[in-house]
């Protein structure tokens, strides 16, 4: 009680100087009505008043914690720690920098020493406190660059820039995204196991904390989509850029749809197309409802579906009246739907397909060639937005032959025709627009741009598979919502 009373009144002291401190400068500004001055002279005030306080508390903590204690305290090693003195110890927090008294307990045996409270206060052998370690992650996740962050931080805490590098928060931040992941894994791996031993009941157990508030009931659609994407990544090399490699991190967007207010630009082609027979073309697309919940790894196809059906059942699709997979043609995307969402209406992205029309006519005429462009447009308008896989592939076959390129089996156009074929049932795109549905990444943003390529496929980047998992899984819990929450349950990163 009484070295509760005294911490009041030395921090009471504090506040008494830092009071008269800013009424002082206060006084100095009132001339000139400088509001941004006063400002910034509050704000460091409280700040710095801030750490003071911060060191003042954790000083006695260790004060405390050695009472308790003793002077003997057992080392991991084995062997006997015995408290020798008091030591400063300066720790960056979000207040800045903080210094406070604590209990050093050094073990001759190994030659380690312990300060009392460090361990869980995760100041043990790092003098980054988690509350700036946490902020640089979620940071980290949602800024482009390393170094952006370092600058954002110090020009927003009033720090100086020496305090935090570009190097510095990719040191502090990559430990949360890979002790995210970790957690994350370990969450999908018990429930899955669970689940799939019948002990689970899926739809009951969300297997992830905090998914991304739902809307307050199924929309009326009653329908949820499931966008699939992979894109690659690029992993540093050991002997330099030359051998850097290529990984595809998978991604997926779960979300409910509900009618929107916006025609997509096909629905425009679609209108166009039925001016001739007169009929009237007015085509509402569905629009995500609520936020959307991604997952993303650089994983094996079947390890990453099982995470992203996690992620679905967290979102409530064992509700959904029908569920709606879009992707590409990549074909562990239409494998992972028919075994995770067997029954969904599987519809092949269509600018994905368009692409591949592009595609043809570049490799066939050159790109950007008038031919080209005639043949393409012509392609899309008459075949492409009726869904006419055949009449693709029939259009296609009869273009003059080429060679396939160097280390391919087969031609541009040949591999193209394999891909129509392979997906035609999935190009029912006017069948599609008359239900609202849609159709491609026109209204939410693909998947993997929005969570992989906007962070970290900039000029230069390059990642080690570590870095570009950890960053992933930051970015992931940034835009679902859910870093805060997942946080609490983090097995304390140090
Ligand atoms: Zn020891």
Not at 474 to 487: E, F, G, I, Q
Request: net charge positive; charged share 20%.
């Amino acid at each position: 009680m009484a070295e509760q009373s005294k911490l009041l009144m030395e921090m009471l002291a504090q506040a008494e100087r830092s009071i008269k401190d800013v009424s002082e400068k206060a006084g100095e500004l009132e001339p000139r009505q400088d509001l941004i001055g006063l400002e910034g002279v509050v704000l460091e005030a409280v700040l710095r008043l801030g750490a003071v306080w911060l060191g003042m508390v954790l000083s006695q903590w260790a004060e405390n914690l050695a009472r308790e204690t003793g002077t003997r305290l057992p080392c991991r090693c084995g062997g006997m720690a015995r408290w020798v003195a008091r030591r400063a110890k300066t720790v960056l927090t979000l207040l800045g920098r903080v210094t406070y008294r604590r209990v050093y307990y050094p073990c001759a045996p190994c030659g380690q020493g312990e300060g009392l409270g460090d361990r869980s206060w995760g100041l043990h052998q790092t003098r980054t406190s988690r509350g700036v370690k946490y902020l640089l992650g979620y940071l980290s996740g949602t800024t482009v660059g390393f170094a952006a962050v370092a600058r954002n931080v110090c020009r927003t805490l009033g720090w100086p820039t020496l305090w935090l590098s570009g190097k510095q928060v990719q040191r502090l931040a990559e430990p949360i995204g890979t002790g995210l992941d970790a957690q994350d894994a370990a969450r999908v791996a018990h429930w899955w196991a669970r689940a799939t031993a019948g002990l689970a009941d899926l739809p009951r157990e969300p297997p992830l904390p905090a998914p991304a508030p739902l809307p307050d009931a199924v929309p009326p659609s009653g329908r949820i989509y499931v966008q699939m994407d992979g894109i690659l990544g690029r992993i540093r090399g050991t002997a330099g850029k030359g051998s850097d490699i290529w990984r595809e991190v998978k991604v997926g967007a779960v979300f409910w749809a509900e009618t929107g207010h916006h025609a997509s630009r096909l629905a425009e082609l679609l209108g166009h197309t039925a001016q001739r027979t007169g009929d009237v073309v007015r085509v509402w697309v569905d629009r995500p409802a609520g936020g959307i919940r991604y997952a993303a790894a650089l994983l094996p196809a079947a390890e990453f579906g099982v995470r992203l059906y996690a992620a679905a059942v967290a979102r409530g699709i064992e509700r959904a009246t029908e569920v709606v997979v879009l992707g590409d043609g990549a074909v562990w995307i239409w494998k992972l739907a028919a075994e995770h969402f067997p029954g969904a209406t599987q519809i092949l992205d269509f600018q994905h397909a368009r692409e591949w029309i592009h595609k043809v006519a570049g490799a066939v005429w050159g790109a950007g060639s008038a031919k080209a462009a005639t043949w393409t447009e012509t392609q899309i308008r008459e075949h492409l937005i009726a869904g006419d896989a055949a009449g693709l592939v029939a259009a296609i076959a009869a273009l003059p032959p080429i060679a396939p390129s160097a280390g391919e089996a087969k031609s541009v156009p040949e591999q193209a025709m394999d891909y129509f074929h392979n997906n035609a049932e999935r190009m029912h795109y006017p069948a599609y627009r008359a239900r609202g549905l849609e159709i491609g990444s026109g209204i939410i943003e693909s998947s993997g741009r929005r969570v992989v390529a906007v962070r970290c496929k900039q000029p230069g980047m390059r990642w080690t598979e570590a870095g570009l998992q950890s960053i992933i899984t930051l970015r992931t819990h940034a835009l679902n919502d859910s870093y805060d929450v997942a946080l609490t349950d983090l097995p304390k990163v140090a």
